[in-house]
């Protein structure tokens, strides 16, 4: 047991304005009684103060100060709690070490099956029969630290990347709105929220070389390739395809069916690679 607090929990908040659900949380968090938000950090770096997107505005507005991680971490007096959604920063050892009730982090993907990056889009080409998100505490491995909740679904056969982010969106949001009054009413007592530690014997760590490029492997069977098109029929991604006589011919999944999406020409290829 450490001391009981009375006074709101100092909370710095840690998202991505380029993701909905994380903009989202934020107002979440603003709007938790017993919480007083007392910075956010948007992306890295010079980011916060060079993007004005709505995380951006949603904290100015609040009258939040936009930090970044260096930035919070010479104040982190005033953060008693951390909490990260999304965000793309990795918490150094002594920083999480500092912060008196944890740092709190929302994975978008069942933990430990997969820890790390593009989960959805993994566990869309391993074939996985469920999906998920989870909200657990920080330590200094990477998504490695004790799970305070989770929640979890089948990934049914019409799913796409596109259609199970969307779903792990709302999984997220689900476990912020229903800890948070734990948080703050464990820390009333002289407590962390509970905690249990992840089972390492399932443990899978993905990193972020995932190829931008879906290009499809039609030696590895139907099944192979259904899996690559709706791993890569997502927003972040150029939907999966192959490239026959100068064309490169794009798929996507509709209705649990392989669609086609558009066909483009050598020459559209290479406006492409210039404008972006």
């Excluded at 107002?27 to 770096?45: D, F, H, K, W, Y």
């Excluded at 990795?90 to 994975?107: M, S």
């Excluded at 999966?240 to 290829?269: S, W």
């Amino acid at each position: 047991m450490v001391n009981q607090i009375s006074a709101p929990l100092g909370t710095s908040y840690f998202g991505s304005s380029s993701e909905e659900a994380s903009v989202r949380g934020l107002e979440i968090v603003l709007a938790q009684p017993g919480i007083n938000v007392v910075s956010v950090t948007c992306g890295r770096g010079a980011e916060i103060h060079e993007q004005d997107g709505p995380m951006q505005r949603i904290a100015r507005a609040a009258g939040v100060p936009l930090l970044s991680l260096a930035g919070v971490r010479r104040d982190v007096s005033s953060a008693d709690l951390v909490i990260s959604f999304y965000n793309p920063v990795i918490f150094p050892a002594d920083f999480i070490d500092q912060v008196h009730w944890g740092v709190l982090n929302i994975h978008p993907g069942p933990l430990p099956e997969y820890r790390g990056s593009c989960s959805v889009e993994h566990a869309l080409l391993d074939g996985a029969t469920e999906f998920g998100a989870t909200l657990h505490f920080c330590d200094k491995g990477i998504d490695t630290g004790p799970i305070v909740d989770e929640e979890r679904i089948p990934i049914t056969r019409a799913d796409t990347a596109r259609a199970l982010w969307s779903k792990v969106d709302n999984l997220a949001l689900l476990l912020l709105r229903r800890t948070l009054p734990q948080v703050v009413q464990a820390a009333r007592v002289g407590h962390r929220v509970p905690a249990r530690p992840q089972d390492t014997t399932r443990a899978q760590y993905f990193d972020s070389n995932l190829s931008r490029e879906g290009r499809l492997d039609l030696s590895k069977g139907w099944d192979a390739v259904v899996q690559q098109v709706r791993a890569y029929d997502h927003r972040r991604w150029e939907p999966a395809f192959i490239e026959c006589d100068g064309h490169r011919i794009h798929f996507r999944y509709v209705d649990g069916q392989v669609v086609l999406d558009r066909v483009d020409a050598a020459n559209q290829l290479a406006a492409r690679v210039i404008d972006h």
